[in-house]
Nanobody
Framework: VQLQASGGGVVQAGGSLRLSCAAS????????IGWFRQAPGKERDFVAR????????AYADSVKNRFIISRDDAKNTVYLQMTALRPEDTAVYYC???????????WGQGTQVTVSS
């Protein structure tokens, strides 16, 4: 599985961005797709995940009610719609893939999100 993240940028606090994760490879329906983020000097944190059938949706508490994860099967793409952005959302955002009961073992390159106050 190959993953390509895009959509990052610079936005003011309170603004919105939509990240995309384009996936390719065999048997994508067997994989969960997750978004993670890593701020400077901090560990990489889980943000959200979705099953390829649209189930298994979960969010980190810090982004609930602000971020929405979704997928477009026809485009093999998972989206992360981010609203009400805060300076603390500033980080490099990564998408990753895993099969159930396994660790995330396929990672895309990151995309930088910067939220200015």
């Amino acid at each position: 599985v190959q993953l390509q993240a895009s959509g990052g940028g610079v936005v003011q606090a309170g603004g919105s961005l939509r990240l995309s994760c384009a996936a390719s490879g065999p048997n994508l329906s067997n994989y969960l797709i997750g978004w993670f983020r890593q701020a400077p000097g901090k560990e990489r944190d889980f943000v959200a995940r979705i099953g390829w059938n649209g189930g298994h949706i979960a969010y980190a508490d810090s982004v609930k009610n602000r971020f929405i994860i979704s997928r477009d099967d026809a485009k093999n793409t998972v989206y992360l719609q981010m609203t009400a952005l805060r300076p603390e959302d500033t980080a490099v955002y990564y998408c990753a893939a895993k099969r159930p009961s396994f660790e995330y073992d396929h990672w895309g390159q990151g995309t930088q999100v910067t939220v200015s106050s």
